[in-house]
């Protein structure tokens, strides 16, 4: 009894995902610069981590491996102390076009991953309902997919990816494709979920406003080879919650982060 | 008047509309040549169907089973390719030595002509589906027989009805060419029979049904493409 309280504590006390010397380099070749290089990194239970850099910096490849969609070319990631090969339901992924299966209702979409994963079909109903009605899509389950504007498809892959209860919600520039007033609302979505949930989400954007208005902690990544060169705590998003009100995004503190931020990815 | 065309033009060489209609209600009352207009017709589309049948399942499955495995492609793909271009008639003799001038050979004929298209636009098909696709059911956790079952085999749909009505039309086309040699039925044998006594008024008819006979096909298959396939074009 002691002993499993003990490794339950234990493993809360430790890292969700640790980095190490983490390398990828497409081109095997001797003198290639590698994607991302001898990345250093740990990601705690509950984070909300945005990460930023120039396009071609290696925020997707960062993801890519994550997911285990790429394997590294160098050092080693692990997730709960244990490595990352290949792709598995431990970690959900939310891509920016999302890949919903068009011969499928929207409701199957989200029933897809306990589908394939035999969960019995009453508890999978039920959780399909607590998911629709999570991302807002209740009147919109026996919806086509093609039916969907964009904002929707994308909801509607936030709760097929969170209905699997993954460790952590990779998302890869999610609402770059979508208007701003779209944008606006998927952002306070899904920091209600995370906040609910308490989830933690790793986060790509190219909008320094998304990151610091949604993350707990801001990464911004380098050209190639990509490292990362700065690693901040940012507390807006809270703010928001608790204040319930986005006066936060007015407030100096947060134009000096942003101007931070972006002063940091110009200079390269 | 309009019998004859008012005698200027020969009806040999294009048998005036009433004269085709006049043809083609005497085809239907008395037949042609020991068999009725209908058992032409259905002799034709008997060889085709069966031909058709066994082309799907085979075509469908090595084309899936290709696209999906390198190995199994590489097997196939060559033997295709080579076998795709060729004239029906080319190698009939050949198979007409083998199989006989009975039904077998004509048929088998007919399923060589829709195996390629089916195979091919399967192998497209498959190779075609997007990678994000197969990568969202993994972290979903499906693994590679659901992937293929329920990812793979319905994105692969819209490519595979391309396949199936570009075979209808070559075997149905190759289904003439299959009736010209020792055949003693068919639509296709009632023309080219009709063709040794320039009865143009029946060869007329006979491209006059297989033409509608060929558009009713094809408007089967759309139909049950926009049924099965309702998403295809609407993204």
Redesign the interface.
């Known amino acids: 009894m002691t002993d499993k309280s003990m490794t339950n504590f234990f493993e809360t006390a430790n890292e969700l995902i640790s980095m190490d010397s983490l390398t990828l380099a497409y081109d095997k070749g001797g003198d290639a610069v590698p994607a991302i290089d001898k990345i250093n990194l740990n990601i705690y239970r509950g984070e909300f981590v945005c990460v930023m850099g120039p396009s071609g910096c290696g925020k997707s490849t960062l993801l890519n491996i994550l997911a285990g969609f790429l394997s590294p070319t160098g050092g080693t990631v692990k997730l709960n102390q244990k490595e990352i090969k290949g792709i598995d339901a431990h970690r959900g992924v939310v891509f920016q076009h999302p890949p919903l299966y068009e011969w499928y209702s929207v409701r199957k979409n989200i029933a897809f991953g306990p589908m394939m994963q035999k969960v019995p079909k009453k508890k999978t109903a039920e959780d399909v309902e607590t998911y629709l009605a999570k991302v807002g899509l209740t009147d919109f389950a026996e919806k086509k997919v093609y039916e969907l504007s964009g904002g929707m498809k994308q909801r509607a892959a936030i709760a097929s990816a969170l209905i699997n209860n993954p460790d952590i919600l990779l998302m890869d520039e999610p609402f770059g494709a979508l208007d701003a007033l779209t944008r606006e609302q998927m952002q306070a979505l899904i920091r209600k979920i995370w906040w609910n949930t308490g989830k933690t989400i790793f986060f790509i954007t190219h909008d320094v406003d998304e990151a610091l208005l949604l993350g707990t902690r801001i990464l911004v990544m380098s050209r190639r080879p990509g490292k990362i060169i700065a690693d901040f705590p940012a507390h807006f998003t809270k703010e928001f919650i608790e204040e319930n009100s986005d006066d936060a995004r007015y407030t100096e503190a947060f134009h000096q982060k942003r101007k931070y931020i972006l002063s940091l990815i110009n200079e390269q | 008047m309009l019998v004859t065309w008012d005698n200027r033009i020969s009806s040999i060489i294009i048998p005036s509309p009433a004269a085709i209609w006049t043809s083609f209600l005497d085809l239907a009352q008395n037949g042609y040549k020991g068999h009725t207009l209908w058992a032409h017709l259905g002799a034709s589309l008997r060889r085709l169907f069966i031909a058709y049948f066994f082309a799907i399942v085979t075509a469908i499955t090595l084309g899936l089973l290709s696209g999906y495995s390198e190995r199994v492609r590489a097997v196939f793909e060559p033997i295709i390719a080579f076998i795709r271009p060729l004239p029906p008639l080319g190698y009939y003799t050949i198979i007409i030595l083998w199989m006989g001038i009975g039904d077998n050979s004509k048929i088998f004929l007919l399923f060589l002509g829709a195996f390629a298209p089916i195979f091919v636009s399967c192998v497209a098909g498959v190779t075609r589906v997007?990678q994000?696709?197969i990568?969202?059911?993994?972290?979903?956790?499906?693994?590679r027989g659901?992937i293929f079952l329920?990812?793979i085999l319905?994105?692969a749909?819209p490519d595979i009805f391309v396949g199936l009505r570009n075979a209808m039309s070559v075997a149905y086309a190759t289904s003439v060419a299959a009736e010209m040699v020792a055949a003693v039925s068919g639509i296709g044998w009632m023309v080219l029979d009709a063709s040794k006594y320039l009865r143009s008024d029946v060869i007329f008819v006979g491209i006059i049904i297989m033409g509608i006979t060929g558009i009713l096909l094809d408007k089967i298959l759309l139909c049950l493409e926009t049924k099965i396939v309702?998403?295809k074009g609407?993204?």
């Open positions: 997007k994000d696709y990568n969202r059911a993994r972290t979903l956790g499906a693994n659901q329920h990812v319905p994105a749909l309702f998403w609407k993204n």
